[in-house]
């Protein structure tokens, strides 16, 4: 998440080039924890595939950061690395 808790960056490589409205697919994030998952339905802000980047924003109410650890964990300018894992819903998903 970034900015206003409204936005989410990821990789430009899971977003795919069109979706087939006809059998209801759309763009989506899952939020939350345990059983206590929230589905929300995206809009992509902006693309850049040269760097492989996306800005998607989530509908509803902003979501609260993640917290990573301590700030003093991270230095200004250090690599750092995120991973994650892409899910696909089309018209089996009802909500």
Do not use: Y
Request: proline share 5%; glycine share 10%; charged share 20%.
């Amino acid at each position: 998440m970034v900015g206003d808790g409204q936005l989410v960056a990821t990789n430009n490589h899971v977003i795919p080039d069109s979706l087939d409205a006809e059998n209801r697919e759309r763009l989506a994030i899952f939020a939350g924890r345990g059983k206590a998952i929230d589905m929300r339905s995206v809009t992509v802000v902006a693309r850049d595939p040269e760097h492989d980047l996306a800005l998607l924003r989530i509908s509803g109410n902003p979501l609260k950061p993640l917290r990573l650890g301590s700030e003093s964990g991270a230095r200004e300018g250090q690599a750092i690395a995120f991973t994650g894992f892409p899910s696909a819903w089309s018209s089996g998903c009802t909500t």
